[in-house]
């Protein structure tokens, strides 16, 4: 089973039932070598990345699901990565799914992706029905879903490609200025999670305004407190090098005309003392350029080329507790990362094997508040 040609060309015609491309797809890697359907009433999405060892135990079973149902069902696994990459990967591991690329995020970021493996069944309506870990999808779950839903839709409606090539020649466009900034009034700003794009040459991050200052500061989303009608949704770019890229939350308060003032609060902090620090390299985890820099899983974060400031950023967001540092100077260096955060006596032993001391404990620590001038 093939994906039609109408997709590679992304000529798509969409019965008035259904969301014009309903999955979004930056390119297909390989179709289907299982099922068997070009209409199909089930659709299911396998989010997944060659980094995730328990994603790679969840395509096999999936597999298995596949050979179950070749009609009326077709699995495509989504991931974010390269081309390059998932050719690489795919050469030793052989998989008879469906496999594309999400390389601009869209697709994980609609659905909310926030640990792997994780899969999201739909109707041929666009319909979701069943969401969560990929392995607890079970045969008579697809048997009563199929029951339950008799319309078809082609691979071709359900589907929308966008060319993977435009999306790598956005990482070297050009930048003019240091620093741009739109607010978009179409998006609420509750309504949708951060994203961070690094490129080649800048950096753009796309969310609310309490959400970039957290992002800028690296510190945990409750610690910026600014009334609801300065929280805007914006779309912010800084040129990689400049003086606003390394003063980023300056020029956005310059920019939108706003002022800031620190305030103590006292509560529970996680504190982090770098002791005698014993990093990983660049070279302990390579999902090569223009991939996420994060892999969030149910229970640790893995971090390719990202810095210690970044993992407290995302620990205190994930723990939802603000991460102080014993030492006022952070190492900005990049460096590989795997730590543990559900239990806390094995996070505290990863970051003892990279020479962190970490405590749980009432402190002060800052809140930051915005206001108009």
Known sequence: MKFKKSIVFFIIVLSPMFF?????????????KIAQSEENSLYFIDFWATWCGPCIHASKYLESLQKQ?????????????????????????KTGLAVAIDYQGETFTNNNISSLPYGVLYNA??????????????????REFLRN???????????????????????????????????????????????VYDKANFLEIKGSLQDILSYSLKSYKEQIKLPDHLNKYYEMRFKKGSKEFYNQEKFILRALKLKKENEEKRGDVILLDVKIPNFWDTKQIDWGEDNPKYL?????????????????YKLANLLEIP?????????????????????????????NDYG??????????????????
């Open 20 to 32: 014009f491309g309903q999955i979004k797809l930056s390119k297909e890697i390989q179709s289907s």
């Open 69 to 93: 149902f070749p009609n009326d069902f077709y699995i495509v696994s989504l991931t974010q990565e390269s081309p390059e990459v998932i050719n690489r990967f795919m050469e030793k591991h």
């Open 125 to 142: 309506k666009g319909l979701k029905l069943w969401e969560g870990h990929a392995a607890d999808l079970k045969d008579y779950n697809i």
């Open 149 to 195: 839903n008799k319309t078809k839709v082609s691979l071709s409606s359900f589907f929308k490609v966008h060319k993977y090539e435009e999306a790598v020649k956005e990482k070297v466009a050009e930048v003019k200025k240091d620093f741009t900034y739109i607010q978009n009034n179409d998006i609420e700003s509750e309504s949708t999670e951060i994203q």
């Open 296 to 312: 969030i899983g149910d229970s640790d974060i893995k971090a390719d080329n990202v810095t210690l400031g970044d993992v407290s």
């Open 323 to 351: 991460v102080l540092f014993l030492n006022s100077e952070i190492d900005e260096e990049l460096h590989d990362w795997q730590i543990h955060y559900k239990y806390f006596k094995l996070m505290y032993s990863n970051f």
């Open 356 to 373: 962190i001391n970490i405590e749980k404990k009432r402190s002060v620590y800052i809140e930051h508040v915005y206001k108009s001038k």
